[in-house]
């Protein structure tokens, strides 16, 4: 079963925005770390930001610093992507994912994404040119 319920995905013109959120129990909260994956169409699944959850220590692959901010509220065990000046090529499913352990790094890359476990279901964005 989705331990990870995202939401706030759509469609939108280039040099929008749209906001992403997942939320998770609360033992997976507990593990430290959440981060963001995304697959295009006919690409392999990439790294976009993470966060730990102590601390707020965030991690951003280049091709989104500067356009896309993660945050969390811990209260809610809830993660957030503020995707601005989005361009067609952020276009693709979104997931959001944790780590099985406490997690000691935190980094949404393809070389550490066997790091992280727990999956969400994925939610389409899609940015028209």
């Known amino acids: 079963a989705q331990v990870l319920r995202e939401s706030g995905g759509g469609s939108v013109q280039a040099g929008g925005s749209l906001r992403l959120s997942c939320v998770g129990p609360?033992?997976?909260?507990?593990?430290?770390?959440m981060g963001w994956f995304r697959q295009a169409p006919g690409k392999e699944r990439e790294g976009v930001a993470s966060?730990?959850?102590?601390?707020?220590?965030?991690y951003y692959a280049d091709s989104v610093k500067g356009r896309f901010t993660i945050s969390r509220d811990n209260d809610k065990n809830t993660v957030y992507l503020q995707m601005n000046s989005l361009e067609p090529d952020d276009t693709a499913i979104y997931y959001c994912?944790?780590?099985?352990?406490?997690?000691?790094?935190?980094?949404?890359?393809?070389?550490?994404?066997?790091?992280?476990?727990?999956w969400g279901q994925g939610i389409q964005v899609t940015v028209s040119s």
């Open positions: 609360g033992y997976i909260w507990r593990r430290n770390c």
């Open positions: 994912a944790a780590p099985s352990e406490i997690a000691e790094r935190c980094i949404a890359d393809t070389s550490t994404e066997g790091d992280f476990t727990y």
């Open positions: 966060i730990f959850t102590i601390g707020g220590v965030t």
